[in-house]
């Protein structure tokens, strides 16, 4: 949850206790906050804000209330896989997916650069790949990208025994070695 969703739902708690403490004060005829309204100058003004604080409140109590039956869409991952197996649920983290990728795509010679994308859908209790890397060596490209693909694929639904929808290879541009100097002729 970001800081301005924090923040608003703060502020619609601490508003939705001020409205209810002074309705209560009002039930109980311990203090009538109404009357109190009515005896300050400006009423007309007093009023629109009150107006626009409870509609606020009513606003944010009716987004929260239809959030909290909204069906759909994938559930978000906190980062694992969570697999049921006969004897419960199996977490496994996004680091153990990922390291599990990189130790696939390392063991091919001329790769360099790696970086490694996995998305988890756990409903499905499956994995999208993304892979980029920079090639150094003679091997044809294609070739290569294949074999990654076909390595990768097998080696995470052999090891973590989780099903990979897709592996896709990207193929960039090697960085130049900018730790020596050119030379300039």
Same mark, same amino acid.
């Given at each position: 949850?970001?800081?301005?969703?924090?923040?608003?739902?703060?502020?619609?708690?601490?508003?939705?206790?001020?409205?209810?403490?002074?309705?209560?004060?009002?039930?109980?005829?311990?203090?009538?906050?109404?009357?109190?309204?009515?005896?300050?100058?400006?009423?007309?003004?007093?009023?629109?804000?009150?107006?626009?604080?409870?509609?606020?409140?009513?606003?944010?109590?009716?987004?929260?209330?239809?959030?909290?039956?909204?069906?759909?869409? $994938?559930?978000?991952?906190?980062?694992?896989?969570?697999?049921?197996?006969?004897?419960?649920?199996?977490?496994?983290?996004?680091?153990?997916?990922?390291?599990?990728?990189?130790?696939?795509? @390392?063991?091919?010679?001329?790769?360099?650069?790696?970086?490694?994308?996995?998305?988890?859908?756990?409903?499905?209790?499956?994995?999208?790949?993304?892979i980029s890397f920079s090639v150094?060596?003679?091997?044809?490209?294609?070739?290569?990208?294949? @074999?990654?693909?076909?390595?990768?694929?097998?080696?995470?639904?052999?090891?973590?025994?989780?099903?990979?929808?897709?592996?896709?290879?990207?193929? @960039?541009? $090697?960085? $130049?070695?900018?730790?020596?100097?050119?030379?300039?002729?």
């Amino acid at each position: 949850m970001n800081r301005f969703t924090q923040f608003i739902i703060g502020l619609n708690s601490f508003l939705t206790l001020l409205l209810v403490t002074a309705v209560l004060l009002s039930i109980f005829d311990v203090y009538s906050v109404m009357l109190q309204i009515e005896l300050w100058p400006n009423t007309a003004e007093l009023f629109w804000v009150l107006i626009g604080i409870l509609s606020f409140i009513a606003l944010v109590n009716l987004i929260l209330f239809f959030s909290s039956f909204r069906i759909g869409g $994938p559930p978000r991952s906190r980062g694992q896989l969570d697999v049921r197996t006969q004897n419960g649920t199996l977490s496994i983290s996004q680091q153990t997916i990922d390291s599990t990728i990189y130790r696939s795509v @390392k063991r091919f010679e001329g790769i360099r650069a790696i970086t490694i994308r996995s998305r988890i859908h756990s409903e499905e209790e499956s994995l999208e790949i993304a892979i980029s890397f920079s090639v150094i060596g003679n091997e044809p490209i294609q070739q290569l990208a294949s @074999k990654v693909q076909r390595a990768v694929k097998e080696d995470v639904e052999h090891f973590l025994e989780v099903a990979v929808s897709t592996v896709q290879v990207n193929i @960039k541009e $090697p960085e $130049p070695d900018n730790s020596q100097k050119q030379r300039v002729v």
